[in-house]
């Protein structure tokens, strides 16, 4: 039996209020099973997908926390939390498949609680599957609600079924909920949710819903917050950035919101993701130029390199527009670092559409690319289309591409052998007495330190490259 929950969004009440009340209830209900078992809940939470995910999934543990929950690694826990992805089949594949373990966990533990949300579960064939063969899962819900889920939470507790709440879309952004994070010293935060762009290969306006901006007012005063608890980067989130305000009643550009946050004191480091070249407007050029806190690093995604291939994909720019593109950012910036992503095998792909990706992976000089074999998504346009590529053929196209992205990125890391670069010390690697760091850049330094470093910039001379990361010493 499935319960459906469908409380509409109302814009009257104080939901952020509303939800802190479900917390207190959940924490009621939590301390006293705690008491009778006689130590303390625990939970897991695993996120699949991008930095949005992420961001979602630290809000989540932060109510989980004030709930009353320990968070730990093992799924071997009270409560067991996904925060699903489905921008291509195998992240899909990969939830499924661990289902089976789950239930297996869950046959031991019948008062086990399995959680499942995020942008798979705006699929109407996902929940119906779910429904149908995962019945054991205890509470499923979307990407448009998660503001919601202390109330979510404590529903499911005092439910036998299986309690299902998806919301085709929202326009509301509640503010202000408890949140945890991943790190003391840097964080995501989004400035914008949803995609109005609609690629023909891509999902993600379908399960993330329509493009909208956070007021900038909302988007500083987090981002004082956050150094004020000692932060000192910031990754500002959206998927396409560079289309950030156009939709507020006070319309306000991308580069507006970045000088906004230049002054903000203490804050050293500004990142964001995702820029799409259509957008990238030349007051952004300028501003990044102009800024003392913007990082030197610009994703860039390109997706294909034939202008055949871009316009079927429905991204609006062309082989041409992109590299003068590129031109343009690196005379305003020589020193920038440019990463990208790239799809192989998107529908009607020939070897010579092929040829013209790597083409511009010739020209464009990227530090990294990341290169996908293009998945079929249902109910988007691209799935429609005839002369699917087999996929011998795509993964034989991705390896070339590889090798060429791997080359390439070697040659421009290779730019920085010898130099003394700054460094955000980031976390211990597996070696233990060597830490792993970030240059502006974006590129990964393994350097002996020590712990009191973290959290810290610090020099690093930069001595052997790796690839895509360096081996380094600490300087002066
Ligand atoms: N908003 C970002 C991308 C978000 S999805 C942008 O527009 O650039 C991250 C990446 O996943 C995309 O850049 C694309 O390269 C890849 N991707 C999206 N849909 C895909 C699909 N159906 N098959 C393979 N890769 C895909
Ligand atoms: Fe997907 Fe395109 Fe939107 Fe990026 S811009 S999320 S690729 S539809
Ligand atoms: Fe995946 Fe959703 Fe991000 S589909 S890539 S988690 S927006």
Redesign the pocket.
Known sequence: MTEEKNREPQKNIDETALQRSFIRLAGALTGQKSQSLGRPLTYCLTTFG?QMNEKQSEAVAGIMDEIGYQRQDSEEADVVIYNTCT??ENANLKVYGRLGHLHSLKNENPDMKIILFGCMMQEPHVVEKIKKSYPFVNLVFGTHNIFKFAELFYGMLLSDMQVVDIWEGTDQIVEDLPTERNYTFKSGVNIMFG?N?F?S????PYVRGRERSRKPQAIIKEVERLVEDGVSEVMLLG??VNSYGKTLEEPVTFAQLLRMLEPVEGLKRIRFM?S?PKDLSDELIETMAASSKICHHLHL?L?SGSSRILKEMNRRYDKEKYLTLVDKIRKAIPDISLTT???VGFPGETEEDFRETLDVVEKAGYDTAFT????R?TGTPAAEMEDQIPEDVAKERFNRLLALVQQKGRERSSRFAGTVQEVLVEEESKEKGIFTGRTQYNLLVHFPADESLLGSYVNVRLEECKGFYYLGHLEG
């Open positions: 991008c921008v291509r995609c762009n690629c290969y891509c999902i993600v998927q396409n995702t799409h995604p997706q992503d790239i799809i996908f074999l293009y998945s998504r």
